[in-house]
């Protein structure tokens, strides 16, 4: 189901260190896995996903990892910068029930306020 | 790469009048479209999903004469507020894929802030 929280998770970063953003999903079921970035009043921008049948995946300066035995799933961020601060959220693609007519809804994590300090 | 588009960006209304918000796609068919709801602070929570030429299919505790979604083409779906409060006042986001299996990106719109006075 949807996650619902009232204080988003923070951390401080300064300009150069590297980041790790850290989410727990839910259903064992999903197979699919996306992190994205979203800036004050706009929309979720994509930043990397991962299948299920994979535990790492890297792109430029973002690496994600996937622990299925865990239901952990991680984004690493190389060298943050200032534009990366943001909101970071962690998605989960639920299959659809068999003879349904919709497929997988994307369910969102908490969210991760990142701010990074020059 | 793929463009969603919303509109308005931002929308201000009085109490018990409508607000539709439209949702395209720009450069791909979007089989599907998604309508979410945040507040501020919080996540993104899934309203209803909405597909090309058929009813929506609505989340639970989403009131579905309040929050009417069309999807008449496969790059255009609306979602029309009706008798708006001011506990309606959020942001409201769209997405869009091309994928049928789910296992693709979706891509969002930049979202409606929507305030009810």
């Known amino acids: 189901g949807e996650s619902v929280g009232l204080h988003l998770p923070t951390l401080s970063v300064q300009e150069g260190d590297n980041s790790i953003i850290n989410c727990a999903y839910s259903n064992s079921a999903s197979d699919y896995f996306i992190w994205y970035k979203q800036e004050s009043g706009k929309g979720p921008q994509f930043i990397i996903d991962i299948r299920s049948n994979m535990d790492k995946r890297q792109g430029q300066r973002v690496t994600v990892l996937l622990n299925k035995t865990v239901k952990h799933l991680s984004l690493q961020i190389a060298a943050t910068q200032p534009g990366d601060s943001a909101v970071y959220f962690c998605?989960?693609?639920?299959?659809?029930?068999?003879?349904?007519?919709?497929?997988?809804?994307?369910?969102f994590g908490q969210g991760t306020i990142l701010t990074v300090h020059p | 790469g793929a463009v969603v588009s919303q509109h308005p960006s931002w929308v201000i209304c009085k109490s018990g009048t409508s607000v539709k918000i439209e949702c395209r796609s720009l450069?791909?068919?979007?089989?599907?479209m998604f309508w979410y709801r945040q507040f501020p602070k919080q996540s993104l929570m899934l309203m209803a999903t909405s597909n090309e030429g058929s009813k929506a299919t609505y989340e639970q505790g989403v009131e579905k004469d309040k929050f009417l979604i069309n999807h008449a083409s496969l790059t255009l779906s609306t979602l029309t507020v009706t008798s708006a409060h001011p506990e309606d006042s959020s942001f409201y986001i769209c997405?869009?894929?091309?994928?049928?299996?789910?296992?693709?990106?979706?891509?969002f719109g930049n979202g409606t802030r929507l305030t009810v006075t």
């Open positions: 998605a989960e693609n639920t299959l659809p029930n068999a003879g349904g007519t919709s497929y997988g809804k994307l369910t």
């Open positions: 997405s869009a894929t091309i994928s049928a299996t789910g296992n693709s990106p979706l891509h």
């Open positions: 450069d791909f068919q979007a089989t599907t």
